[in-house]
């Protein structure tokens, strides 16, 4: 089983509703996620997104380019939200999302891969490259996955959104 990043956008409102009452994020999620085509591709103005499974390497390489939020964790718990699969989800307030999108307008995604190797990623013990598991996973993988994740955050930041963020 892969382990793949994912997101949802929520306005204030809801983000607050999500910390109050986990079940209704879970509910909300679900929701979406059975509303999306099922190819994979998110639905034209679709307010979930998912990494795949560059999320390793994506924390990887921001935290080497000093991105202060945790884009692929999320920064905040939320009590009582149950696992995912790999964690609970964690929350990125709006402000906090507004400071992450603005860090990665800086990098573009040839700079966020430029200077490492896949082969590098696997000595760092980084998912999917170590221990076999995707030997195939291209670094362009990892920039096109950056430049969508970029644009989603810069979505949210727009809107005034916040993110639940998961592993799952």
Known sequence: M?????????????LNRAVL???WAREF???RMAAEPGDGTPAPGSRLHSTGKTW???EHLLRLRDVEVNVVHGEEEIPGAEDRGYGAPRM??????RDAAGAMAAITP??????VTPAELADAG???YAGGSDPGQRLDDVAVAYQELAVFFRTAARLRQ???VWIG
């Open 2 to 14: 892969s382990m793949v990043g994912k997101y949802v956008r929520l306005t204030p409102a809801e």
């Open 21 to 23: 009452h986990p079940d």
């Open 29 to 31: 999620v679900e929701e």
């Open 56 to 58: 390793h390497a994506l």
């Open 92 to 97: 990125i307030r709006p402000e906090r999302v």
């Open 110 to 115: 040839e700079g966020l891969v430029e200077r």
């Open 126 to 128: 980084i998912y999917p």
């Open 162 to 164: 916040g993110l639940l």
